[in-house]
């Protein structure tokens, strides 16, 4: 199985700054990799997929890049709505897997 | 606009079985795969099982292989979870998630969860 890991497992930023969490595979995996926020108590949400193309609806805040085994999603400028775990997942071969999820926090 | 309601949870003792459902709405159902992701309380996320638009094609993760199956009718637009043999490691939330045109896409949306309870 391929595996994913995350960087770094929590973090606390402020308003404004500039954020940004790590993915890496086990393998490589081309750009079949997407992200995922969570709020508590919520389902989910969709944020990009093929590494770096934004769900339908997402803000452009939001940025994903990279190819083969390390990625990385940036949120540009951090509001307080955007507190949340992130997650990525591989759907380059069954059984897809997550990272272990980021904790983004506010200041 | 899409739906999904994940139905079917509750409390069951280990080695009993138990059947999820997810109906769905506001897409072309019989057109996409349709997965199954659980997230155990305070855990994170594992993907469980797919299904193929047409049903021709399923994947399960090893923790499930055997004991889980998926399956869908695109005359209800529902795709379904059995659960055999459940374990304690069993309980978690879990969400049914539209897929793509074909099991190697990527994930769309996601239902509320349905929250299974493995326990005696």
């Known amino acids: 199985d391929i595996q994913m890991t995350q960087s770094p497992s929590s973090l606390s930023a402020s308003v404004g700054d500039r954020v940004t969490i790590t993915c890496r595979a086990s393998?490589?995996?081309?750009?079949?990799l997407a992200w995922f926020q969570q709020k508590p108590g919520k389902a989910p949400k969709s944020l990009i997929y093929a590494a770096s193309s934004l769900q339908s609806g997402v803000p452009s805040k939001f940025s994903g890049s990279g190819s083969g085994t390390d990625f990385t999603l940036t949120i540009s400028s951090l509001q307080s709505e955007d507190s949340a775990t992130y997650y990525c997942q591989q759907y380059n071969d069954y059984p897809w897997t997550f990272g272990q999820g980021t904790k983004v926090e506010i200041k | 606009q899409v739906q999904l309601v994940d139905s079917g949870g509750g409390v069951v003792q280990p080695g009993r079985s138990l059947r999820l459902s997810c109906a769905a709405s506001g897409f072309i159902f019989n057109n996409y795969a349709m997965n199954w992701v659980r997230q155990a309380p305070g855990k994170g996320l594992e993907w469980v099982a797919v299904i193929s638009y047409d049903g021709g094609n399923k994947y399960y993760a090893d923790s499930v292989k055997g004991r889980f199956t998926i399956s869908r009718d695109n005359s209800q637009n529902t795709v379904y979870l059995q659960m055999n043999s459940l374990r304690a490691e069993d309980t978690a939330l879990y969400y049914c998630?539209?897929?793509?045109?074909?099991?190697?896409?990527?994930?769309?949306?996601w239902g509320q969860g349905t929250l299974v309870t493995v326990s005696s």
């Open positions: 998630v539209k897929g793509g045109a074909a099991p190697g896409l990527p994930v769309d949306y």
């Open positions: 393998q490589r995996i081309s750009n079949y």
